[in-house]
């Protein structure tokens, strides 16, 4: 290459063949070296800009849901409270997240299905025929309009059962802060009677669409009733507690002809609601006729603690005299 370089006489002794080889392969390799290279630095190009690309799409997601969450948040914050005060996680046995907010968790049981359901407390009293022969008429008009309606019957009967509870409970409580007294109890007793036959009506509602009359009768007895029983407890508790516990034995009965029907294929058996079966921790199959045994079985305990409460009453002592029956579904 130096000869050829340099020129002279040289060249013409110089075999030209030898030194174009040289030349070609020289020029070849560096050709494919560069080529190698710019190969190569395209390729880690595109890789770095696939790499940026996908850490690009990452970061876009997180700032997202970061964004979601926030608003997530600030949405819970709002519904739940004005003050920020949110209700925290609660979850049932199996992880699932708790669907209801009308009770909790710790609220449910199973009921006592082993109590007595034809007991019966014979009147013996003046005052004690007079609570139950009123039980007898109220339930005329009931018969009349609902006939074999149970389903109907056991709507209103709830919307009514319900309020001699929250009364009690009410007039217990005024009484206890006015005498600076303690209630033994009976205050919570009687509102959780009052609960439960709330829950006893909202599961009967999941069963039972009523008509726009029948929320218009509900509405009709239930201020007639409230009412009537609130002065009737302000007068006489025990003939209160007593007019309950026939209640309650009227509520029995309706239950089991209820449960007639729906054996006999009447009334057809359909599944349980969500809200029955979470309440009483009732099976995820159970059915209408397991609600209302459940149903029946609270009504009994209700029967025993009013005519419980009216004993003691017709003893000439006070409820704060006797433990309450807390937790006595």
């Not at 519904?79 to 925290?88: F, K």
């Not at 009308?102 to 025929?129: N, R």
């Not at 007793?189 to 009052?194: H, K, M, V, W």
Request: net charge positive.
């Amino acid at each position: 290459m130096r000869r050829l370089i340099s020129g002279g006489g040289s060249i013409r002794s110089a075999s030209p063949a030898p030194a174009l080889t040289i030349f070609r392969a020289v020029t070849e390799s560096a050709t494919a070296r560069r080529e190698s290279l710019v190969y190569v630095r395209g390729g880690g190009v595109e890789l770095m800009k696939r790499m940026m690309s996908s850490e690009a799409v990452k970061v876009t997601e997180e700032k997202k849901e970061v964004k979601e969450e926030k608003k997530k948040s600030e949405s819970n914050v709002v519904v739940s409270s004005y003050w920020g005060v949110a209700r925290p996680r609660i979850t049932k046995e199996d992880g699932t997240e708790w669907p209801w907010n009308c009770f909790m968790p710790w609220e449910t049981y199973q009921a006592d299905l082993s109590i007595d359901l034809g007991k019966h407390h014979v009147p013996k009293t003046f005052l004690d025929k007079v609570a139950y022969k009123t039980v007898k008429l109220l339930r005329i008009p009931t018969d009349v309009f609902f006939q074999r309606r149970y389903g109907c019957r056991a709507m209103m009967l709830e919307t009514v059962a319900a309020v001699p509870g929250m009364v009690g409970g009410m007039l217990l409580h005024l009484r206890s802060l006015r005498k600076f007294q303690q209630s033994g109890g009976w205050i919570k007793a009687l509102l959780e009677e009052a609960e439960n036959e709330r829950m006893h009506l909202m599961t009967m509602v999941e069963l039972v669409k009523p008509k726009w009359y029948e929320r218009f009768l509900v509405l009709t007895v239930q201020g007639v009733f409230f009412n009537a029983f609130f002065v009737l407890y302000m007068m006489s508790p025990k003939v209160a507690h007593r007019v309950v516990g026939y209640l309650e034995e009227e509520a029995i009965h309706s239950y089991t002809e209820y449960l007639k029907d729906i054996e006999s294929g009447a009334i057809e058996n359909v599944p349980a609601p969500a809200i029955a079966i979470d309440y009483w921790r009732l099976p995820k199959d159970a059915k209408l006729k397991d609600v209302i045994t459940v149903i029946r079985a609270d009504e009994a305990h209700h029967r025993d603690v009013n005519h419980f409460a009216s004993d003691i009453h017709f003893q000439g002592k006070e409820l704060r005299d006797a433990p309450a029956p807390l937790g006595y579904h």
